[in-house]
């Protein structure tokens, strides 16, 4: 089993910054690539950036390209989604997820996720 616990969530307006945070527990997490995701109203969950625990490796949307930067302190089990240049069209509930799958994740391959945290963005 693997416990995923977001914060960091918010209110800002565009051009802002943001720093969602995931705290990561369980037996195994390390075999796991940590993955943020965003679901604006509608039916889909987006795949957002994620890195293998590990190596570090990281892989990201194209829509975030450039603005988000994922990371993680393995001192802390924590995995952080540093968001500048915020747009309106980034307001979403975002999720931290853990998978086996590595890469760009689809959303039905995750293994765990988190609670969500709402990021609103006003313009």
């Known amino acids: 089993q693997v416990q995923l616990v977001e914060s960091g969530g918010g209110l800002v307006q565009a051009g802002d910054s943001l720093r969602l945070s995931c705290a990561v527990s369980g037996r195994t997490f390390s075999r796991y690539t940590m993955a943020w995701f965003r679901q604006a109203p509608g039916p889909e969950r987006e795949f957002v950036a994620a890195?293998?625990?590990?190596?570090?490796?990281?892989y990201y949307a194209d829509s975030v390209k450039g603005r988000f930067t994922i990371s993680r302190d393995n001192a802390k089990n924590t995995v952080y989604l540093q968001m500048n240049s915020l747009k309106p069209e980034d307001t979403a509930v975002y999720y931290c997820?853990?998978?086996?799958?590595?890469?760009?994740?689809?959303?039905?391959?995750?293994?765990?996720w988190g609670q969500g945290t709402q990021v609103t963005v006003s313009s």
């Open positions: 890195i293998r625990w590990i190596s570090g490796s990281t």
């Open positions: 997820a853990a998978s086996l799958t590595n890469g760009v994740i689809p959303p039905a391959l995750v293994d765990y």
